[in-house]
């Protein structure tokens, strides 16, 4: 039945006809190649699935040592240690730092493991040696572990229902960056050694944490033990720091974070005639710094948008959206001069990670990015039309229609717009046959 009134609704759309026009034809080849995108997007997924291996049972007798070899991985990149039991060492040696594939599309080999898994392990040590691509490594459900980290830089670790936990950096430089963040929650008796510059390597900067002493509480259906709390180098203090950790829009920050976004947004509703950015306790020069920074990132994601790694993609226009938060907001109508010290193009940012999301099938987040767009820049058609096309895939073609009938009375002999306006007809249609009986 559903290939029946697929089929129908191919016969209405035109699809199974000749094309009328060599434009037509050409629309119908972009179609074809969009399809083909897609495949290949799905088989990456696979690719990707097929990449993690799972490792247990490493540990054959008391304190023995495991060098994880690139034999054990078979060439799989991803990799969860699952199910260990100590006392024992597992050692992620240099050699995985070789291991690597060269990329279809570009030719770009990327050497490395991708990611680190560490589940439901006890009494055991952990000693990374190697690159980690994301640079993340997630521990979950562990006890009595410690993880070393040597050699290659770590920026980002999640801990969750853990106790007795120990993460120590052998040098100094491999954490503590502006952006890194250990990420915890439902841990207890967690520590952390960071090596000082300058400082002999057994004078670390230490902090012990532990959810309940840190305050964790519940918050609505989430538990204690769900409480997210971040550690971080105080910029201002060069100390450990731990704080409770909020989402807003996607985006995971700290107390101090939070307070400092929600000064920015109280100083920038504020009426004045001078909105440059010595208002917002920004000098020139930084936020040239930072401009510039959210206009590479927004180049890195249209390159990673163009060989179709969406997701990469998303986190590229992600970077350039929140760095670009501390800017004044960009108007259309004020004189440049009053412009000069803002992100002109976030809202491009928004739009294109809107377009990204419906890619990947992530509609409703299409929906907000799509709308959070239009808010800094109302009427701006892409983002209409992707507003649109996120209403049609959650089926809710009554509000779809208007905006690409809106967006087709702007682009008239727009192809793509004028395929999707008639695919929503069409769903209109059957939806109202269906209400008929």
Not at 140 to 161: F, I, P, Y
Not at 162 to 167: A, D, E, F, M, R
Not at 182 to 194: F, K
Not at 378 to 391: D, H, M, S, V, Y
Request: net charge neutral; proline share 4%.
């Amino acid at each position: 039945e559903e290939q029946r009134e697929s089929a129908l609704e191919s016969e209405q759309l035109g699809h199974t006809r000749v094309p009328y026009s060599k434009a037509e034809e050409e629309e119908r080849a972009k179609a074809e190649a969009a399809r083909n995108a897609k495949k290949a997007l799905d088989a990456q997924k696979e690719r990707e699935q097929s990449a993690t291996v799972v490792l247990e049972d490493l540990i054959k007798k008391s304190e023995d040592e495991c060098v994880v070899s690139p034999a054990m991985l078979g060439g799989r990149r991803v990799v969860t240690l699952r199910n260990i039991k100590g006392p024992g060492k597992i050692v992620f040696p240099p050699a995985l730092t070789e291991l690597g594939h060269t990329a279809e599309q570009d030719g770009v080999c990327v050497k490395g493991l991708i990611k680190v898994f560490i589940e439901n392990c006890q009494d055991i040590e952990v000693v990374s040696l190697c690159k980690i691509i994301t640079s993340t490594i997630e521990i979950t459900h562990c006890k009595n572990l410690q993880l070393t980290v040597g050699q290659e830089r770590l920026s980002t670790l999640q801990a969750d229902m853990c106790t007795s936990l120990t993460i120590k950096f052998q040098s100094v430089g491999l954490w503590g960056a502006k952006e890194d963040r250990i990420y915890h929650a439902g841990v207890s008796d967690m520590t952390l050694l960071l090596p000082v510059p300058g400082q002999p390597n057994d004078q670390p900067l230490c902090r012990t944490m532990d959810y309940i002493k840190d305050g964790a509480q519940q918050r609505g259906n989430a538990t204690k033990e769900e409480y997210q709390f971040a550690t971080f180098i105080d910029e201002s203090t060069k100390q450990l720091k731990t704080e409770s950790v909020v989402r807003i829009r996607g985006r995971m920050l700290t107390e101090t974070e939070r307070r400092e976004r929600d000064s920015f947004l109280a100083r920038a509703d504020q009426t004045t005639e001078q909105k440059g950015t010595e208002e917002r306790g920004i000098d020139e020069e930084e936020a040239q710094d930072i401009i510039q920074q959210c206009a590479v990132h927004k180049g890195e994601g249209n390159d990673a948008f163009k060989h179709g790694e969406y997701a990469q993609a998303v986190l590229f226009y992600s970077l350039a959206i929140d760095k670009s938060q501390v800017l004044p907001p960009f108007s259309p109508t004020e004189p440049k001069v009053k412009n000069e010290h803002t992100f002109a193009e976030r809202h491009i940012c928004f739009s294109n990670r809107a377009a990204c999301f419906l890619k990947l099938g992530h509609h409703e987040k299409a929906l907000e990015d799509a709308n959070s767009c239009l808010e800094l820049c109302p009427g701006f058609i892409k983002a209409l039309f992707r507003k649109g096309l996120a209403l049609h895939a959650m089926k809710r073609y009554d509000e779809a229609r208007p905006l690409l009938a809106q967006c087709l009375t702007k682009e008239p002999n727009n192809k793509q717009i004028q395929q999707a306006l008639r695919f929503c007809e069409v769903n209109l249609e059957k939806k109202r046959r269906k209400r008929m009986g």
